[in-house]
C-alpha cells in the first residue's frame, strides 16, 4: 500500500452534502450545498407562481461574471448555451466552404462531429493523434479542434505547441475546456475559441455552457442560432429580425434554460472564490498517487502524472464491475475504466479504488 498521502490544509468537502466514494466528476459533478439551495428555492418560487423570465437576467450576468473570472476571459468575450455540440455547431457553421479543419482521434464526438456534419460544402476533418496536431496545422488549416483534457483517456493536449504552431499558420484555435475548468487552471484567453460544459468539473446543473470568442474573431463566426436573447437589448427583441445584435459575444448566446442558471450561478461563484492551483494540487495528489499504484504511464511510457482522470484497460468491464460492487461510482469509456478526483475526495477514496482491484 503506497504511503500515507498529506493533504493540503484547505478542506473543500465541507462545501458538498456527499462525495466519499464519488469518483465520477468527469461523467457529472456533484452539486454544492449552495447550489442545491438556490434549485430548491427556484423551484419553490415557481410553483408559487411568483418566477418571471425576467428575474433570471441576474442569475445568468452572476454566471457569466463567475466564468470571466474563472477562465481569465473579459464578460463581453462570453456567450451562453446550453451544450458543447450546441456551441461547436455554430463554429462549425461558420467554416468556409472547402475548408480544412484538424481535430484530435477520439476526441468527444461533441467536438468532431458538427465538422463533419458540414461534409455537404466540402468541409474536410483530418484526424490525427494527440500528440500529432501540432505538426498536422498547416498552411491549408482553417481552425483546429481538440479537447484540452480527453474524456475518454485524461491525457492532456500540448496546448503550446498547438498555439505556436496556429500562430505561425494564421489558423484558428478552438479548445473544449470541459474536462478542464473547475481543477486545472486554464487562461481560455489564450485560444481563440473556447466551450466549456459547466456540469462536470464545475459543478452545475447540466445546461449551462459557456462559448468564449476573441474580439478580433467575432465577425468571423456566423450567429446561426441568434434569437431573441442574442439582441443588445434582448427584451426589445422578441419578435421579427434582430434590429440591433449584441456587439459583444453575447450576439452568439442561446435562449437559456431559466431553472439551470441559479445553481449555475451559485456553482461558478463558489469555484471563482477558490485559489485555482490549490484545487489543482489537492486533485493531482490522489491522482498521483493511484497512478504510482497501479504503475500508470503515458503515450510515452513515462509515469503519468498531473492527472484529475485517470484511465487504464478494462476491455471487459472487470474492473469497473469492481469498483461497482465496492460502492464506488467511476466509469468506463472506449474499453478503458476511468476514475476522477475532485474537490470531496481523500486518500481514503485512493485506498478504496486499490482495495476494489486488490492492488
Request: glycine share 8%; net charge negative.
Amino acid at each position: 500500500m503506497p504511503e500515507t498521502l498529506t493533504m493540503p490544509a484547505v478542506s473543500f468537502a465541507e462545501a458538498f452534502t456527499a462525495g466519499a466514494g464519488y469518483l465520477a466528476a468527469c461523467t457529472q459533478g456533484l452539486p454544492t450545498r449552495a447550489t442545491v439551495d438556490a434549485g430548491h428555492a427556484d423551484l419553490e418560487r415557481w410553483a408559487r407562481g411568483e418566477a418571471a423570465p425576467g428575474d433570471y437576467d441576474g442569475a445568468i450576468a452572476r454566471s457569466r461574471h463567475a466564468f470571466a473570472r474563472i477562465a481569465g476571459v473579459g464578460v463581453d468575450d462570453i456567450a451562453i448555451g446550453s451544450q458543447v455540440s450546441v456551441l461547436a455547431s455554430l463554429i462549425a457553421a461558420s467554416a468556409p466552404d472547402g475548408a480544412v479543419v484538424v481535430c484530435a482521434e477520439g476526441d468527444f464526438a461533441s467536438m468532431v462531429a458538427p465538422f463533419h456534419a458540414q461534409a455537404h460544402r466540402g468541409v474536410r476533418v483530418r484526424e490525427v493523434t494527440l500528440a500529432d496536431l501540432p505538426t498536422a496545422v498547416g498552411d491549408d488549416t482553417w481552425l483546429v479542434a481538440f479537447s484540452l483534457v480527453q474524456s475518454a483517456t485524461g491525457e492532456h493536449a500540448d496546448a503550446d505547441a498547438i498555439l505556436a504552431a496556429c500562430a505561425r499558420t494564421g489558423t484558428l484555435s478552438f479548445a473544449d475546456l470541459t474536462q478542464a475548468l473547475g481543477w486545472l487552471p486554464v487562461d481560455a484567453s489564450r485560444f481563440d475559441i473556447t466551450v466549456t460544459h459547466a456540469y462536470k468539473w464545475l459543478c452545475a446543473p447540466r445546461g449551462s455552457a459557456f462559448l468564449t470568442v476573441r474580439p478580433g474573431v467575432r465577425d468571423r463566426l456566423r450567429p446561426v442560432h441568434a434569437g431573441w436573447y442574442a439582441g443588445e437589448d434582448p427584451w426589445s427583441s422578441c419578435y421579427g429580425p434582430l434590429v440591433a445584435p449584441a456587439d459583444s459575444a453575447r450576439r452568439f448566446d442561446v435562449s437559456p434554460a431559466w431553472p439551470v442558471w441559479p445553481g449555475t450561478a451559485a456553482a461558478l461563484e463558489f469555484f471563482a472564490s477558490l485559489d485555482a492551483w490549490a484545487v489543482h494540487a489537492h486533485a493531482t495528489a490522489l491522482g498521483d498517487r493511484l497512478a504510482d499504484a497501479l504503475g500508470l504511464v503515458d503515450a510515452s511510457g513515462a509515469p503519468v502524472r498531473g492527472r484529475a482522470i485517470l484511465t487504464w484497460p478494462d476491455p471487459d468491464g472487470a474492473h469497473l464491475a469492481a469498483l461497482t460492487a465496492a460502492g464506488l461510482r467511476a466509469s468506463g469509456r472506449a474499453g478503458r475504466a476511468r476514475v476522477a478526483f475532485h474537490l470531496w475526495n481523500t486518500p481514503d477514496d485512493v485506498d478504496r479504488v486499490l482495495a476494489a482491484l486488490h492492488t
